[in-house]
């Protein structure tokens, strides 16, 4: 729930702000192929994102080596990943802690997590700005 909807608010913050910088997300525990969950499609929608046509895809040790930085979630997160160069959680990056799952919550959980989101996002927007 929360990688997809960090997707999508990085990838439109950088782009409102002229960055050219590749996002993509997977999860540790994603079911391939679903699609973004309807709560966290309607947070996105009710702050004005596009609602991504997302499709979940499992984190593979490949993803870890392709990109400069992979941010996750929580520190459990990182440290199942067994740590690694460029591998940080985005509370590290950020200085603005873990970001909580919504799973299973209803919408003002998400759109507490979506503006979680939006807050890291403007941060790394403003550090690569």
């Keep these: 729930c929360r990688s997809p909807m960090a997707e999508c608010i990085l990838r ?4 409102q702000a002229g960055l ?11 079911d391939p192929n679903c699609s973004v969950s309807p709560n966290a499609a309607a947070a996105l929608k009710t702050l004005g994102y596009p609602v991504p046509r997302h499709k ?6 490949e993803m870890l080596t392709k ?6 979630m ?3 997160h990182k440290s199942a990943l067994g740590g ?10 950020t200085g603005l802690g873990d ?6 919550g209803d919408l003002a959980v998400y759109l507490a997590t979506a503006r979680m ?3 890291a996002c403007d941060v790394i927007v403003e550090m690569f700005g």
């Design 117 to 119: 989101l939006e807050q």
């Design 20 to 30: 050219k910088i590749r996002v993509s997300s997977a999860g540790l525990a994603a």
């Design 99 to 104: 970001v909580p799952d919504p799973y299973g």
């Design 74 to 76: 929580t520190a459990a």
């Design 84 to 93: 690694g160069k460029n591998l940080m959680t985005l509370g590290e990056f």
């Design 67 to 72: 990109f400069n930085l992979t941010l996750t």
């Design 12 to 15: 439109q913050k950088a782009k």
């Design 56 to 61: 979940a895809r499992q984190l593979t040790p």
